[in-house]
């Protein structure tokens, strides 16, 4: 980042301290990694829905390792409770979804309602994956050691309400979708001859055909 900055001249005061928080975010993402036994299965795939009518990129669909509360067959071996179930806690391997998020002050319920909408898109495009967990996470602005923001929005939402924002959202959004269009810009303005030779307009649906259909 730092030789990055040099070569392209970035030298204003806002872009100084990119490297070193560039370097302080990847630590914290790392530690997370160490700490949950991340095995990445899927990296930034972009999936839509024939159901839904949406689409999006996933961040990261992996194995994780987390730790859960339960009575899994403990008992107190002494005093008044001899005998009864003991609250314990073990450790699982579950697979998850996970959105990055760059800010350090935790998440709102529309980053849970995206990350359950992601889901819910991977989910139908393999159905026979099935997803335990989809969280959100984020660095934070640690001192001393890297630390992180996670969160696991698994069951915060039922599947009534998820379903009548997707309503809305095609309602609101669906057909105003397909009617934008993509403005580019490439030449040279000349003076005194306008900026109709420089300004290229195409409807979002031709500017994703063009631009994408070798992938498909």
Same mark, same amino acid.
């Given at each position: 980042?730092?030789?990055?900055?040099?070569?392209?001249?970035?030298?204003?005061?806002?872009?100084?301290?990119?490297?070193?928080?560039?370097?302080?975010? #990847?630590?914290?993402?790392? @530690?997370?990694?160490?700490?949950?036994?991340?095995?990445?299965?899927?990296?930034?795939?972009?999936?839509?829905?024939?159901?839904?009518?949406?689409?999006?990129?996933?961040?990261?669909?992996?194995?994780?390792?987390?730790?859960?509360?339960?009575?899994?067959?403990?008992?107190?071996?002494?005093?008044?409770?001899?005998?009864?179930?003991?609250?314990?806690? @073990?450790?699982?391997?579950?697979?998850?979804?996970?959105?990055?998020?760059?800010?350090?002050?935790?998440?709102?319920?529309?980053?849970?309602? @995206?990350?359950?909408?992601? /889901?819910?898109?991977?989910?139908?495009?393999?159905?026979?994956?099935?997803?335990?967990?989809?969280?959100?996470?984020?660095?934070?602005?640690?001192?001393?050691?890297?630390?992180?923001?996670? /969160?696991?929005?698994?069951?915060?939402?039922?599947?009534?309400?998820?379903?009548?924002? #997707?309503?809305?959202?095609?309602?609101?959004?669906?057909?105003?979708?397909?009617?934008?269009?993509?403005?580019?810009?490439?030449? #040279?303005?000349?003076?005194?001859?306008?900026?109709?030779?420089?300004?290229?307009?195409?409807?979002?649906?031709?500017?994703? /055909?063009?631009?994408?259909?070798?992938?498909?």
């Amino acid at each position: 980042m730092r030789d990055y900055c040099r070569a392209n001249k970035y030298t204003y005061p806002e872009t100084i301290e990119w490297q070193w928080k560039l370097r302080d975010d #990847m630590a914290a993402y790392i @530690q997370f990694h160490h700490d949950y036994k991340v095995k990445p299965i899927s990296v930034e795939h972009v999936m839509v829905s024939d159901k839904w009518g949406y689409g999006t990129l996933i961040d990261l669909v992996c194995k994780m390792t987390i730790e859960e509360k339960g009575f899994f067959g403990e008992v107190y071996k002494s005093g008044e409770r001899k005998g009864q179930p003991k609250e314990s806690k @073990q450790s699982r391997e579950i697979m998850a979804v996970v959105n990055f998020k760059s800010g350090r002050n935790g998440f709102h319920e529309t980053n849970g309602l @995206q990350i359950l909408a992601e /889901k819910r898109l991977f989910e139908e495009n393999f159905p026979e994956i099935k997803i335990e967990g989809a969280f959100n996470w984020s660095p934070k602005e640690w001192r001393g050691y890297p630390s992180y923001n996670l /969160k696991d929005w698994t069951g915060s939402f039922t599947d009534e309400e998820i379903d009548a924002i #997707m309503i809305l959202a095609n309602i609101r959004f669906g057909d105003k979708a397909l009617e934008k269009e993509h403005i580019s810009f490439s030449g #040279m303005a000349i003076e005194g001859r306008g900026l109709d030779e420089v300004i290229t307009k195409e409807t979002v649906e031709d500017f994703c /055909k063009r631009k994408f259909s070798n992938l498909l």
